[in-house]
């Protein structure tokens, strides 16, 4: 069993990484960039049952370069998470653009350094299939979002970045060093307390009724948990080395289909979700004082499907369906606010 370095511990998929890591018997190091924070990561860890003496918990912030090589002492592999996340859209896009290609950088240089094996670093699907024409054919990991198109938001154009610059760095000073990337779709699943993903404020935003109506907007789903185990298997499988695969489950869903499954399995608990589509018209109205909705409009009416086939076929991953994904993703919250 190895010792794993976890960047982002306090995240959602963090947080699930670090519960498999513990299940699979590897010791892990985590970051987090305050550690005031240090009994949350260690509270969720114990309240799922797991051995907290297997988590260590270090301070390290992305913008920061001399924390990362103490960071990385020891350890085998590194799980890079972390990353800059917008609550709204910035004014200026290296407001994220900066820290995340930075971080990723900084992280890469300290595992060098310490002579990891291997770094195992979340993209994301918004760093493969925006900024190009949406088409029939799914897009897989040879394709690249165009972060100098129009419409590419600048969270989308920080993940395009971060991963180029990864990749350029392991083929310019890697010096053997291994990297793997995992680029998500959606991601959905159980929550493990009140710090979760933008998709999954989604369904909370229709459990409780936030939207009038549905937008339409279409996108990948994927579980957390299969997230995290895609993660792992990356980390230890040796045709792995020098691969990014997608992570999703099935077809894209429109924002109707998962009102749609909520509705047909959680009943009464469901009776704030909408029924009704919301027209394009009436989103960009909402998006001048909604900075949410704003975030919608570039892609409303847009359907992109993509596929797992890689992941599947080189690492034997097989994740949930996406009803289990949504669902899972509503009896948490539904739990956590109980």
């Known amino acids: ?123 994301s ?35 395009t970045h971060a991963e180029k610059a990864a990749w350029d760095f392991i083929e310019r000073e890697g010096q053997g060093l291994e990297l793997s990337v995992i680029n998500p779709t959606g991601i959905f699943g159980p929550v493990l307390g009140a710090d979760y993903s933008t998709s999954i404020g989604l369904i909370q935003a229709l459990l409780q009724g936030a939207l009038p109506a549905v937008p339409r907007i279409a996108f990948g789903v994927v579980d957390v948990r299969d997230v ?39 009943g009464e608990r469901a009776a704030l979700v909408p029924t009704a589509e919301m027209p394009d018209s009436e989103v960009i109205q909402m998006a001048k004082i909604a900075p949410a909705m704003a975030a919608m409009v570039p892609q409303l009416g847009i359907i992109r499907e993509t596929t797992s086939r890689k992941a599947q076929s080189l690492l034997g991953w097989q994740p949930r369906s996406v009803e289990d994904a949504i669902i899972a993703s509503a009896e948490s919250l539904l739990n956590l606010a109980s």
């Open 1 to 123: 069993m190895a010792k794993v370095l976890v960047t982002g511990g306090t995240g959602f998929v963090g947080g699930h990484i670090i519960l498999q890591l513990i299940d699979a018997g590897h010791e892990v190091r985590t970051t987090i960039r305050n550690l005031s924070r240090a009994a949350e990561v260690s509270g969720v860890v114990a309240t799922h049952g797991r051995n907290t003496g297997a988590l260590e918990v270090v301070q390290a912030d992305l913008l920061a370069d001399h924390v990362w090589n103490d960071a990385c002492k020891g350890v085998e592999y590194v799980l890079h998470v972390a990353s800059p996340f917008p609550a709204e859209e910035p004014d200026d896009p290296q407001e994220l653009i900066v820290p995340a290609r930075e971080g990723a950088l900084r992280v890469l240089r300290a595992a060098r350094n310490a002579s990891v094996k291997r770094v195992v670093m979340t993209s």
């Open 228 to 266: 995290a185990d895609l993660h792992l298997r990356a980390m230890t499988t040796a045709a792995a080395n020098g691969e990014r695969f997608i992570a999703v489950s099935g077809k894209a869903l429109w924002l109707k289909d998962v009102a749609a499954i909520l509705r047909a399995n959680l």
């Open 125 to 159: 699907f918004a760093a493969v299939g925006y900024g190009i024409p949406a088409r029939e054919e799914a897009f897989d990991e040879k394709d690249w979002t165009d972060p100098d198109h129009p419409s590419v938001q600048a969270y989308m154009q920080s993940k």
